[in-house]
Every structure is written in C-alpha cells, then in structure tokens.
C-alpha cells in the first residue's frame, strides 16, 4: 500500500497537486487499484492498512469480523460503492502514464459483495426486496404495499439514498415537522405507523445479516392517546336500523347493490370486521351449516396476522346462507370493486338515513364505527370484559375499553341502580332495634 497525490497541469500550464490523498494497494485479485481517500494523511493512511486487511481477507475467504463490518459501514458511500464496484472510477491525471494504464485496464472492483453489503444498494432497490419479503411471509399485498410505501415517505424525508445515511435525529426530526405542518398535517397515530415501517425495515435489514446495528433502535413510538385526530363514537340501536334501511333500499355503490351493502354493514357490526377483513371474505370462510356457525380471516388478511375464527349469530348466519346460496366456495363474499372506498360508500348510505356525521362533542361516525360499535354494544350488554377484548382480537384490554368502548351518560345513570339502598329506616325499625 501507498499514498500519494496524483499531480495534474492547470489551464495556465502550472502544475498542481489534488486535495485529497490517493491510496494505491492489490485487491484480493491481486489486481493494482487506486481510490481518491482524504485530505487528511493519517485517515488515508489508516484506510490503507484497512483496505489492505480486507482485501487478504477476500483472498483467504475468511468471514468478517463485527468491528470490520462497522468499519465499511461507516465509510463515506462514494468510497464504497467504488469497493463493490458500482460505480465508474473517475479519470485522474497522473505523472506516471504506465500506472495510468494499469489503473484503466483492470475491471471493476469486487472487494464488497452486495448481497452481503446491503449498505451499497440504493434505499429504493430494497424497498422492493423488503415488499417481497413481506408477501413471502404470508403479509397480504396491501399490507405489504403499505408498509414499503410508508419507509419510502420518510427516507425521501429525510434524504436518505443507502442504509447508513438512515439517522435516527433525521427521522425524528422529519416526523416532528409533519405533525407540527399547517398543510397536511398529521397526527400521532399516523406518525407511529410511518415509524413502525421504518424500523420494520431496518430489523429486516439487520436480520438479514446485511448491517450489524439498527439505526432507528432508539426511537420509540408516541402515545397516540394524546393526539386524537379522528374521535369516533359508537352508533345508537337507532341510527343503525335506519343505516341498514337505507343502504337496502339504496342504489349501487362500488359493485355492491342495497342489499349487499346491507348484509355488509350487518356482518361489520355483529363480528367487528374491519373494511380488508371483510373484503378478503370467501364463500369459504362462512361455517353457516353447524350448529355453531362461524366465520374465519386469513392470517394474511387480519390485522394481528393470525388466523381468526369468530362465532356469528344465529339469525345472521341463516341471513348469510340465503345470501351466499347460488355462489361458489371460492367467490368473493362480497363482489366489492377495486376501487373501494368503504368510508366514501358509507357516508352516502349514513346521509340517506340522516344521520349526523359529527355529534356535539365533534365525534365522527364512519364504516370504523361499526366496529366500535360492536364492541360497545358487548360491553353494554354485559359481557366479560376479557370476552369483549378476545372478540375484539385486541392484544391488550386496554385498547378494547378505552378506544372501542362508549359509554353514555344514560349507561352510566343507570349503573347507579346495582348501588345499595341507603335510605334511613322508619321509626318504628329504630324504636325495635332499641
């Protein structure tokens, strides 16, 4: 290994030397490269006696340390990708010519493989793999599109083309400035699932055995609880008769005629099924005939990414039957269009019925609310509050009581009625009792 400073003639004929440092070593070929290192010739130097490790460690095929993984990791991604030979070396003038040509013939460099490497992979290149990765495990398209496209907006954020320009101050930062914005402004929630994204990629990334560290395992999601954009309520036994009345006497709306859309609203409010569960359904999935009917989501289709096999009402299910009668097993239970909106579809059925979209408190219904609907309802009805969470499929209790659940002031006078009576006793009792 050497160090040196390529020369070159300026426009007024006078020579000059570069800023930066060059250090010429054999790589595990044994071929004679160059690369540009720093203005510094201590650093360059160091860089020297790394490359010359690394590349007897090529040659011999000896597996990477940690501390020299960290070290490639950390170089600056211009030097790099000139390791793996992903980028074209820039023409350097130099005093001698012989080495010159040397430099010239020799093909690309092959020092770090990419596949081991991920660092010297553009970000959107993994993106890609990081989807294909997702749907391999069984995760539902949609799941899986959303999950790359959420990375996506933050590393565009925060200007981050390879992993390791990927810091946790950036994302931080670029996530505070997108619920602080006056346009578009996001909230907690939204601000979690684009962090979640991120940092399942980086564990991806880490798994895979192409980095030895997470970059983002510092960071940690905010209490959504706190900043509440969408504030949802559950609907009264009312409103939900004349939403289901007027979506079976309504028009067509994305494929689903009234009484599709009926039937749908009816199974969302019964079983809790978000809008995806629902639209995954298949003949299949429906066990009408037993005695305990049920209905069963996919893995791939449920939130929590399980299996999950919920019991239906008996009235119901014989509604399904009659429903699904002329349908092979493998149709869709519902023929929804691709360009679904539920929320869209819902509103006109809740406008037809003329119910109010916001209460007086500013709480919104939407298709959401019919699952906060069911679970209120359970409540309500008094089920077990562990019965509601494992119906709910929530992980914690928590989560079932205190977002899912909504109690009114009529719920809470009418608790009063389980208090004993304290009123005093007559007289005579007390003249008795004497």
């Given at each position: 290994m050497r160090l040196f400073k390529p020369e070159w003639k300026a426009p007024d004929g006078k020579p000059r030397t570069t800023s930066k440092w060059y250090v010429a070593w054999k790589d595990n070929r044994g071929a004679l490269r160059r690369i540009a290192a720093f203005t510094d010739k201590a650093a360059s130097a160091e860089l020297g006696r790394r490359l010359d490790r690394l590349s007897a460690m090529?040659?011999?095929?000896?597996?990477?340390?940690p501390e020299m993984r960290a070290w490639i990791e950390g170089l600056p991604s211009s030097i790099r990708?000139?390791?793996a030979g992903q980028t074209k070396a820039k023409i350097v003038r130099e005093v001698k010519r012989a080495e010159s040509t040397v430099f010239a013939s020799t093909p690309r460099m092959s020092m770090l493989d990419s596949k081991a490497f991920g660092a010297t992979l553009q970000l959107d290149d993994l993106l890609g793999e990081f989807e294909a990765s997702l749907l391999a495990k069984g995760n539902s398209p949609e799941h899986s599109l959303r999950a790359k496209v959420r990375a996506c907006r933050v590393f565009k954020g925060i200007g981050a083309e390879y992993f390791t320009e990927i810091d946790a101050s950036a994302v931080e930062q670029f996530?505070?400035?997108?619920?602080?914005?006056?346009?578009?402004?996001?909230?907690?929630?939204?601000?979690?699932?684009?962090?979640?994204?991120?940092?399942q990629f980086c564990r991806w990334f880490v798994r895979t055995g192409r980095a030895i560290e997470d970059p983002l395992r510092v960071l940690q999601p905010m209490n959504a609880a706190v900043d509440v954009r969408r504030q949802r309520r559950a609907l009264t036994d009312d409103e939900l008769r004349r939403i289901l009345q007027a979506a079976e006497t309504g028009p067509t709306l994305y494929g689903l005629t009234g009484p599709d859309r009926a039937m749908l609203y009816r199974l969302a409010v019964e079983t809790g099924l978000r809008a995806n569960e629902l639209r995954s359904l298949r003949v299949s999935s429906f066990d009408l005939a037993s005695a305990r009917p049920t209905v069963t989501v996919s893995a791939a289709s449920s939130k929590r990414r399980r299996e999950d096999t919920l019991p239906l009402k008996r009235s119901t299910a014989q509604a399904l039957a009659a429903y699904l009668r002329e349908r092979g097993p493998f149709a869709a239970a519902f023929p929804i269009a691709k360009s679904w909106?539920?929320?869209?579809?819902?509103?006109?059925d809740r406008e037809a019925a003329g119910v109010a979209e916001h209460d007086e408190r500013g709480h919104v219904v939407d298709f959401h609310a019919l699952r906060h609907t069911f679970i209120t309802n359970l409540v309500r009805g008094g089920v077990a509050p562990k019965v509601a969470q494992a119906l709910a499929r929530h992980s914690t209790i928590v989560l079932t009581m205190d977002q899912y659940c909504h109690i009114r002031v009529e719920d809470q006078r009418d608790a009063l009625d389980a208090l004993p009576e304290l009123a005093a006793p007559s007289t005579p009792a007390l003249r008795a009792n004497a």
């Open positions: 090529r040659a011999t095929g000896q597996p990477l340390p990708l000139k390791l996530l505070r400035r997108e619920r602080e914005q006056v346009v578009g402004r996001i909230g907690a929630r939204t601000s979690n699932y684009l962090l979640q994204a991120t940092r909106r539920s929320a869209e579809m819902f509103a006109a």
